[in-house]
């Protein structure tokens, strides 16, 4: 079926160490959003995508858009212990006009 | 600023029992849904609405249901809890559909239902 794919879900990093993360969608997607879930909190929205290449960026963290919006990448420049969490991507997928089908997210740990 | 509320944080329920669930949300917003969230499993979608009185399935609606009488409440019922729905919920909202622009989710804080 239609999927969003966020692999893998776990990763460790080194405080300072920059981090890239995946998502990608079986279909294309009008429009692509990631969130952010702290340990023992709930999801926040962090950006919406909305065209294809975009590139979005919020202090350390860097968002992009594929080109054939079907994928897209979250990059942060010298983790620090604050981005600690789970990231998810989510897009809506063909003929799904409410609702979001999320990833199933990534894991980041950063050692201090 | 924009609130989503949960009726509980943390519930322990019998196997068998009915279950209710309540989401508040004050943005006014048109869509509601009701996910859980298990390790390994991410955030699986188990209904939504998109209007008083409507409702959608999701991914995952077996043994449950949903019930929006007002714009800003949205509940879910187990009917009769089993084991297999321990889990955490979250009630979310946004105000337009998901395939147009500014679709952001606000989630509620969660209610982890433990079902003994």
């Known amino acids: 079926g239609q999927q969003v794919m966020q692999i893998p879900q776990y990763q460790h990093v080194q405080e300072g160490e920059d981090f890239t993360t995946y998502c990608n969608s079986s279909t294309t997607l009008s429009n692509i959003q990631w969130y952010k879930q702290r340990p023992g909190g709930h999801p926040v929205f962090l950006i919406q995508?909305?065209?294809?290449?975009e590139v979005k960026k919020q202090k350390r963290l860097t968002f992009q858009f594929g080109e054939a919006k079907k994928n897209s990448s979250l990059h942060i420049t010298a983790t620090q212990t604050t981005d600690v969490g789970t990231y998810f991507c989510a897009g809506p997928l063909t003929g799904a006009n409410s609702k979001l089908t999320f990833g199933k997210g990534i894991t980041l740990s950063v050692r201090p | 600023d924009v609130k989503v509320t949960q009726s509980s944080r943390y519930l322990v329920k019998r196997t068998g029992e009915k279950v209710f669930l309540e989401c508040v949300q004050d943005m006014d917003h048109e869509n509601m849904f009701w996910y859980r969230q298990d390790p390994g499993l991410g955030l699986r979608l188990i209904y939504f609405s998109y209007d008083v009185k409507m409702k959608e399935k999701g991914d995952i609606p077996e043994g449950y249901s949903v019930s929006r009488e007002k714009k800003e409440r949205f509940s879910l019922i187990l009917e009769s809890a089993s084991t297999n729905q321990t889990s955490m919920y979250l009630c979310?909202?946004?105000?337009?559909?998901?395939?147009?622009?500014?679709?952001?989710?606000?989630f509620g804080p969660g209610t982890r239902l433990t079902v003994l």
């Open positions: 995508l909305v065209k294809s290449g």
């Open positions: 979310a909202s946004s105000f337009s559909y998901a395939a147009s622009e500014n679709n952001e989710q606000f």
